[in-house]
């Protein structure tokens, strides 16, 4: 049997999956016992345990591989005497911790959801507001178009007064005209009539 510990470093080895990745490692390589804990800020453990081929294979992978999003600056590989947990418990209670926090991720996400859902709650009353106002205005400017109508169609109506108007004035003056003409046709006709009198009266007066 193989044992051993594992200790990687990097400005980017946690919160990119790489306890997980180590954890598929060791299932492939057939492991018997695996259990890995992020140490400070920078660094991952990870403790193994089976077969010499086994755990060779896996050290082997370790070396060679890692998660796309990590960083790492180096890697050291100790001996390790102490317990390891069997891979598959190990496996169990990662995944229960790794659910844990999807499940909190989640209610967060709901959260945000909840607010931003809020937001637009208060966005769409305000737009309600807004329609109404463009209602009330729209209301007001029917109003004042129907009041335009009736002033234009008194306009119309003292505009064809006017027009009447203008007729029954040139009518008129078409009447005092030919009135005109009666009157002086009616005194061209008494000159003459008392200018043929004078002529007759001169005659027998004996005035030349």
């Known amino acids: 049997m193989g044992k051993g510990r594992v200790l990687i470093r990097g400005s980017r080895v946690q919160d990119v999956g790489y306890r997980l990745f180590l954890l598929n490692l060791a299932s492939e390589s057939n492991l018997t016992g695996f259990q890995a804990r992020n140490v400070d800020t920078d660094c991952i453990e990870a403790l193994y345990e089976g077969g010499e081929e086994e755990t060779k294979m896996f050290v082997e992978k370790v070396r060679e591989l890692a998660p796309k999003e990590a960083e790492v600056s180096g890697m050291k590989f100790e001996e390790y005497e102490g317990p390891v947990k069997n891979i598959e418990v190990f496996r169990s209670e990662f995944t229960t911790i790794q659910l844990g926090k999807i499940v909190e991720i989640g209610?967060?996400?709901?959260?945000?959801?909840?607010?931003?859902?809020?937001?637009?709650?208060?966005?769409?009353?305000?737009?309600?507001?807004?329609?109404?106002?463009?209602?009330?205005?729209?209301?007001?400017?029917?109003?004042?178009?129907?009041?335009?109508?009736?002033?234009?169609?008194?306009?119309?109506?003292?505009?064809?007064?006017?027009?009447?108007?203008?007729?029954?004035?040139?009518?008129?003056?078409?009447?005092?005209?030919?009135?005109?003409?009666?009157?002086?046709?009616?005194?061209?006709?008494?000159?003459?009539?008392?200018?043929?009198?004078?002529?007759?009266i001169k005659s027998r007066l004996g005035i030349a």
Do not use: F, H, P, Y
């Open 107 to 200: 209610l967060g996400m709901l959260g945000r959801q909840d607010q931003m859902l809020g937001k637009q709650d208060g966005m769409l009353g305000k737009q309600d507001i807004m329609l109404e106002k463009q209602d009330e205005m729209l209301g007001k400017m029917d109003q004042m178009l129907e009041k335009q109508d009736l002033m234009l169609g008194k306009q119309d109506i003292v505009i064809e007064k006017i027009d009447n108007l203008g007729v029954k004035i040139d009518n008129l003056g078409t009447k005092i005209d030919g009135l005109r003409e009666d009157l002086k046709s009616m005194l061209d006709r008494r000159l003459a009539a008392l200018e043929k009198d004078v002529a007759l």
